[in-house]
């Protein structure tokens, strides 16, 4: 759920920029280089958004897998646990 969560945040992000940038191209009297200039900002700023909404994904699902991997051990011990005494039991 978080993960389509920071995706749609990430898309949203880069949209909002995309009409931002585009508004500003019409309303804005600047020359050409500055314009050129300050689209390569806002680009590299999105880009480093972006970036940073894709490592904390891949980190939240690093720590899901783990906190997943770690229940797994310990349900698989619980079972051993279970196994061994129904044996003795019946042994």
Do not use: C, H
């Not at 909002?16 to 940038?21: E, L, N, P, T």
């Not at 009297?29 to 480093?48: F, K, L, M, N, V």
């Not at 972006?50 to 079972?79: L, Q």
């Amino acid at each position: 759920m978080e993960d389509v969560m920071n995706r749609r945040v990430g898309w949203a992000f880069l949209i909002g920029v995309a009409i931002g940038a585009v508004t500003a191209l019409l309303f804005a009297p600047q020359s050409g280089e500055e314009t050129r200039e300050w689209i390569s900002d806002r680009a590299r700023e999105s880009y480093d958004q972006t970036t940073r909404v894709v490592e904390d994904a891949f980190a939240k699902g690093a720590d899901a897998i783990e906190r997943g991997k770690e229940r797994a051990g310990d349900a698989a011990k619980a079972a051993r646990k279970v196994y061994t005494r129904a044996t003795e039991a019946l042994g």
